[in-house]
């Protein structure tokens, strides 16, 4: 699927994805857009609502299924899994800041989720770290472009 091809709606399906555990990069679809000649402000506000939906996602998808027994079925290590639990233990809702580093955030967000986390909370700050992403990422490309 051509992402760029289908506008703003590939960008909005394309970042929600990639919040969620598909394993590819929601910036490729965004620069592509804005090297095509989209609109920035408007792709900001798109790729923002569209990877946090997808954040919501997989938050709703850890408030069904418990952090741990989903890690033991995937065959991750105890110590992995403990390790996770003590930076949860640690850093709690912040966590959700942090929601668009490619796999951890998912696994955060997930986290979040499993710990039935406050989703008020959670959402806005994933809604607050994706925004300062993508508003960096376009600055980043508007300032070389």
């Not at 850890?62 to 991750?76: T, V």
């Not at 809702?93 to 986390?117: E, M, Q, R, Y």
Request: net charge positive; aromatic share 16%.
């Amino acid at each position: 699927m051509d992402w760029i091809e289908l506008g703003y709606i590939g960008l909005f399906l394309g970042t929600l994805l990639a919040a969620t555990i598909l394993p590819f990069s929601s910036e490729f679809i965004l620069t592509g857009l804005l090297i095509a000649g989209f609109e920035p402000f408007l792709c900001f506000l798109v790729a923002t609502s569209g990877n946090t939906l997808g954040s919501t996602i997989t938050y709703g998808m850890g408030r069904l299924i418990k952090y741990e027994e989903a890690l033991q079925k995937l065959k991750i290590k105890q110590s992995s899994i403990d390790r996770s639990m003590h930076f949860f233990n640690k850093y709690g809702v912040w966590i959700a800041l942090f929601s668009w580093v490619p796999i951890l955030g998912d696994a955060g967000t997930f986290l979040l989720g499993s710990n039935k986390v406050n989703f008020i909370k959670t959402m806005t700050l994933v809604l607050i770290g994706k925004a300062i992403r993508f508003a960096i990422v376009i600055f980043i490309f508007l300032w070389f472009a």
